[in-house]
T-cell receptor, first 113, second 115 residues
């Protein structure tokens, strides 16, 4: 079953912050985050493997609450280059196919000058 | 980082013809590759899991006789859309999982337009 992302769309001005949430109805092994620009393939942002794990680089970070089966992506001091569609991809706990991701419906992020 | 290359990046064909898309892992061995399909403004939907040396595993609702997948080597998987029809027009993306980090690397994608 597809994880649910919220919000569906976000509009920001440069320098503003945003949070994108990803929620699953199933127990998760890992959560992956990707950003996709129009007409291009998704680009890997980060993977979270353990419950409670938090990761980040530059001004993009993420957390994974295993108990709640949720993950959040945090974008701080947004830049124009952050614009795109953000997807979370989940791997269910106990899955037999390593790397088999189920993607959320995506969150469209638009950053204006 | 690991690179996955996909070819062709776009293809236009007539209805009824077959189209082959190649996916190569350039600097690592990928025993498993995945094929996704993405319609405009929609999410990526997994079509099948491609396993080197064995038959692909298709997701529910994906016609295995229409979307032929061959994973003949550790670096190459191919998707053949047989007897393509306009409704098969889509963005097809392959990916390979890098065992070391768990990252899923995507190819550049192939945009198929069936006239």
């Amino acid at each position: 079953q597809q994880p649910v992302q919220s919000p569906q769309a976000v509009i920001l001005r440069e320098g503003e912050d945003a949070v994108i949430n990803c929620s699953s109805s199933k127990a998760l092994y890992s959560v992956h985050w990707y950003r996709q620009k129009h007409g291009e393939a998704p680009v890997f942002l980060m993977i979270l493997l353990k419950g409670g794990e938090q990761k980040g680089h530059d001004k993009i970070s993420a957390s994974f609450n295993e108990k709640k089966q949720q993950s959040s992506l945090y974008l701080t001091a947004s830049q124009l280059s952050y614009s795109g569609t953000y997807f979370c991809g989940t791997v269910n706990a106990g899955g037999t196919s390593y790397g088999k991701l189920t993607f959320g419906q995506g969150t469209i992020l638009t950053v204006h000058p | 980082g690991a690179v996955v290359s996909q070819h062709p990046s776009w293809v236009i064909c007539k209805s009824g013809t077959s189209v082959k898309i190649e996916c190569r892992s350039l600097d690592f061995q990928a025993t498993t590759m995945f094929w996704y399909r993405q319609f405009p403004k929609q999410s990526l939907m997994l079509m099948a899991t491609s396993n080197e040396g064995s038959k692909a595993t298709y997701e529910q609702g994906v016609e295995k006789d229409k979307f032929l997948i061959n994973h003949a080597s550790l670096t190459l998987s191919t998707l053949t859309v047989t007897s393509a029809h306009p409704e098969d027009s889509s963005f097809y993306i392959c990916s390979a999982s890098f065992w070391g980090t768990g990252e899923l690397f995507f190819g550049e994608g192939s945009r198929l337009t069936v006239l």
